[in-house]
């Protein structure tokens, strides 16, 4: 079967994604990068090797780690995750309006008029309004993760905890503790709080228009689509691939470009993430910018650096 590579690294997961020629899914697989995005990578290729996906004709990758995945995966394109996310949306629910993601380590706000994007914000400075702060303390609560969203469906009377801050909200959620809250009232209460941080910081001035898809990791989180429509007062779409948008936007923005270029694939095969890669970093001494440079190695040996300002460590003979 012929089919289109998706790759997003991000901090907290890595997921992967293969497309077919009709821009349906036929595979992904959802992993914690734990800090090692090289090892994460590594399995999330080795487990699509045994998937019918003999014949990959072009690779995107897109995340934090994009830059590093393309190198090891040998992406067509490259690209940020605002370009990513936006654009399987948009293939997903045709006319959308607004795309909401939140992720383990940030969150994003996605405006698209005609299909195009239009404006966008980031949050990329307190965890407080990112998956990982719920992961948090569904933790110090007792809950698993998985449970939140329907632990937090369960309140009758949801308090109301500061969530400008992860000191101050966590802080606050555990004085409602000590208060005698339930602890469906508290996870109702923190979803809420999440909300409001991300409509006051990223949403600010703007006008959220429908349809909105909910996207990202923490969109399995029943409780917090419930929290977003509370406060915009109309329904919110989950993707049935929501977990995996971002490496679904790399395999199609991977298809448009491999179809108008016409030349082959830079993809290096299932095999290539069978190598031994590290990667070292240093200071170029060349100017007074001093770049820190980014030098992957497979086997060894130098294949790829970026991070400077101009383009000379680019050239892989300079970067070795």
Not at 174 to 183: L, N
Not at 189 to 201: D, F, I, Q, S
Not at 274 to 303: A, H, M, W
């Amino acid at each position: 079967m012929d089919c289109y590579l998706g790759i997003d690294v991000g901090s907290v997961s890595t997921k992967l994604a293969l497309v077919d020629s009709d821009d349906q899914i036929v595979f992904k697989t959802y992993l914690k990068t734990a800090g090692r995005p090289i090892e994460a990578l590594k399995q999330a290729m080795s487990e699509a090797t045994f998937k019918d996906c003999g014949n990959v004709l072009g690779a995107g990758a897109t995340g934090s780690g994009r830059q590093l995945a393309g190198v090891i995966a040998g992406a067509d394109v490259i690209k940020n995750e605002i370009t990513a996310h936006a654009v399987a949306a948009g293939k997903t629910i045709p006319g959308v309006g607004t795309v909401i993601e939140i992720g383990g380590q940030d969150s994003k706000l996605i405006q698209l008029a005609d299909g195009v994007v239009c404006d966008f914000a980031m949050n990329t400075v307190c965890a407080a309004g990112t998956g990982s702060f719920l992961d948090r303390q569904a933790e110090r609560l007792g809950i698993p993760i998985e449970e939140f969203g329907r632990v937090a469906l369960r309140s009758e009377s949801p308090v109301r905890i500061a969530g400008r801050c992860a000191v101050f909200a966590e802080s606050d959620m555990i004085h409602k503790q000590q208060s005698g809250h339930s602890v469906e009232d508290i996870a109702s209460g923190l979803c809420e709080a999440l909300v409001r941080n991300y409509l006051n910081n990223l949403a600010k001035g703007k006008q959220l228009k429908p349809p909105v898809v909910f996207q990202g990791g923490v969109a399995a989180n029943t409780g917090m689509v419930r929290a977003f429509e509370r406060a915009l007062g109309y329904d919110i779409t989950v993707p049935e691939h929501y977990d995996v948008m971002g490496a679904y936007g790399a395999a199609l923005l991977a298809k448009k470009h491999m179809e108008a270029d016409g030349r082959p694939t830079a993809f290096k095969g299932w095999d290539a993430a069978c190598g031994n890669y590290s990667t070292q970093s240093f200071e170029c001494s060349g100017c007074s910018n001093v770049c820190e440079i980014i030098r992957v190695l497979k086997d060894g040996n130098p294949i790829q650096c970026w991070g400077g300002r101009c383009s000379k460590w680019e050239d892989v003979n300079f970067c070795s």
